[in-house]
């Protein structure tokens, strides 16, 4: 099977479709794009939108994770990332869609919000990434690009606050789908592949990290995605951050 995944570095769906092919055993090429060119890239090599992960496979081109994980149960079957069994099907689908539409994004938010305020730390999240320039040159004329990604994002303060405030709520429902047998079962699936990402993303910022590192959501971060790139050294605000000291685990 001829396929080739077109990535952000550090990118969280990304990290999940990579998960997916491995899973199904699909041998794959990366091709590793700067934020924002990545838009021209996937335009000027026939794909319809602007995001990754977009995936070139035979000769289908295929954006978005679910979409993508569907298509990889259709095209090679086994092992199956969506069970068949139709009440575990549909809590796995549900479980997926929270990650997808719910987990991601304010996880996004809180990242770009924290390369806005400190652009450094984006040379670790694209550890081994082959981006065509060096890391460093692309980090240190990076201002505009972040500036323009954070507000592709919506990644303003006030956003970036109730992203944070957020928080809390989207990790219990996590830990509520690991203790609900959904994910972090024996058999992977779907949803385990697109959630974990998102922790493990969570988690190289060390502002987040303690809230979550005692949860359940931490061990299967741990277990699909140990060596997550990237760290963001502390700083998100202290007053955003005071009100979540409660939801800590020890
Ligand atoms: N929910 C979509 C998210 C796609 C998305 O927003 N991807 C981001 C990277 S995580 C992107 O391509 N951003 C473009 C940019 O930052 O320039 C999925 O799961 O595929």
Do not use: C
Request: aromatic share 6%; glycine share 8%; proline share 10%.
């Amino acid at each position: 099977m001829n396929a080739r995944l077109y990535v952000i570095p550090g990118s969280h769906p990304s990290v999940a479709v990579q998960l997916m092919l491995e899973h199904k055993g699909i041998p794959y090429k990366r091709k590793d794009l700067m934020p924002v060119v990545s838009k021209g890239v996937l335009r000027a090599v026939g794909f319809p939108g602007i995001t990754v992960p977009a995936l070139k496979i035979e000769d289908e081109k295929i954006q978005g994770s679910r979409q993508i994980a569907r298509t990889l149960d259709r095209l090679r079957p086994e092992p199956p990332l969506l069970p068949t069994d139709p009440e575990q099907r549909k809590a796995v689908e549900e479980a997926e869609r929270f990650g997808d539409e719910e987990l991601q994004h304010p996880i996004r938010q809180l990242l770009w919000w924290g390369f806005k305020h400190d652009r450094y730390p984006m040379a670790s999240y694209s550890e081994g990434a082959k981006l065509g320039v060096p890391i460093g040159l692309a980090v240190k004329t990076g201002g505009p690009l972040v500036a323009l990604s954070a507000r592709f994002n919506d990644a303003s303060d006030e956003n970036a606050r109730a992203a944070l405030a957020k928080l809390p709520a989207l990790l219990d429902r996590v830990d509520a789908l690991i203790a609900d047998g959904t994910i972090n079962g024996p058999q992977l699936n779907a949803a385990d592949f697109q959630i974990a990402p998102s922790i493990g993303l969570a988690m190289t910022l060390d502002d987040l990290r303690p809230l979550i590192e005692n949860r359940p959501a931490a061990e299967l971060a741990r277990r699909l995605v140990p060596n997550y790139p990237g760290k963001m050294p502390p700083v998100l605000p202290a007053e955003w951050l005071d009100p979540l000291a409660g939801t800590k685990r020890v």
